[in-house]
C-alpha cells in the first residue's frame, strides 16, 4: 500500500526562525512528489519534484528530493506570520492522481 | 483566469436529503477528482475521473456518487446525506502527465454540515 508520511504533524516557532518539514513515502512506480500550502481554504501549489538532489526554491522556501532515501524537505528561513498554514506533501505515482499525506500544521507566532 | 470552481462554498443540511456540489474547470484536464479533508486524517480521495464518461472509486467513495457528461463538469451527489460526511470537500483537475506527474489545481472548497 502506497504510504505518504509528513513530520512533524504540528509546529510552531517564532518569526524569523527557520524550519524544516519532512515528507518520507514508500509508494510504487513513484513519478513526483509536489508540495502544496493550505491557508483557510483550498491548497496552493508550492514546488514539483521529479529527480534526487536538484533543489526548487523560491523566495524564503525551498525544497529537495532524495529519491535514494525516498524523502523529501521543505525550508522556510525567516518565517513570517503569513507563513502560518498546513503544508501539505503528495506524491505522484500514475502520472495523474495524488496521494497525501496528512499534512503539517505550522504556526509562526510574532 | 486558470481556475476550478466549486459551488456552494457552504451547505447546512439535513440528514437524507438529496445534495448536489458542482465543480466546473476551465483548463480542459482530462483528469478531475473529489477529496474530503477531516481533521487529523489529511485529504482523501472519493471518486476521480480520467475523462467524459469515465470515473472510477478513490480511497473513501460509500455514500457519494459522481458523473462526467462533460470534461469541464464533475458534479458530487450524495443521495442520502448522513452526518458523518460533515467535512470539507475539495475538487481538483490536472493533465495526465504518465511520465513525471502532474501539479492539480484545487477548487475554493465546500464546507458541508449534515444534521
Known amino acids: 500500500e502506497d504510504k505518504v508520511v509528513q513530520s512533524p504533524l504540528s509546529l510552531v516557532v517564532h518569526e524569523g526562525d527557520t524550519v524544516t518539514l519532512n515528507c518520507s513515502y514508500e509508494v510504487t512506480n513513484f513519478r513526483s512528489l509536489l508540495w502544496y500550502k493550505q491557508e483557510k481554504k483550498a491548497p496552493t501549489f508550492l514546488f514539483m519534484l521529479t529527480s534526487s538532489g536538484i533543489e526548487k526554491k523560491s523566495g524564503r522556501l525551498s525544497s529537495i528530493l532524495d529519491k535514494k532515501e525516498l524523502f523529501s524537505i521543505l525550508n522556510i528561513t525567516a518565517t513570517q506570520t503569513g507563513d502560518s498554514a498546513i503544508y501539505l506533501c503528495a506524491v505522484s505515482v500514475s502520472g495523474y492522481a495524488l496521494n497525501f499525506g496528512k499534512g503539517t500544521s505550522l504556526l509562526v507566532t510574532p | 483566469e486558470a481556475q476550478v470552481t466549486q459551488n456552494p462554498r457552504y451547505l447546512i443540511t439535513v440528514t437524507g436529503k438529496k445534495l448536489t456540489v458542482t465543480c466546473s474547470q476551465n483548463?480542459?484536464?482530462?483528469?478531475m477528482s473529489w477529496y474530503r479533508q477531516d481533521p487529523g486524517l489529511g485529504l482523501r480521495q472519493i471518486y476521480y475521473?480520467?475523462?467524459?464518461?469515465?470515473?472510477d472509486k478513490g480511497d473513501v467513495p460509500e455514500g457519494y456518487k459522481v458523473s462526467r457528461k462533460e470534461k469541464r463538469n464533475f458534479p458530487l451527489i450524495l443521495e442520502s446525506p448522513s452526518p458523518n460526511q460533515t467535512s470539507l470537500y475539495f475538487c481538483?483537475?490536472?493533465?495526465?502527465?504518465?511520465?513525471?506527474?502532474?501539479?492539480?489545481?484545487f477548487g475554493q472548497g465546500t464546507r458541508l454540515t449534515v444534521v
Open positions: 483548463m480542459n484536464h482530462e483528469y
Open positions: 475521473s480520467m475523462n467524459v464518461e469515465v470515473t
Open positions: 481538483a483537475s490536472s493533465l495526465v502527465r504518465y511520465a513525471s506527474g502532474t501539479e492539480a489545481f
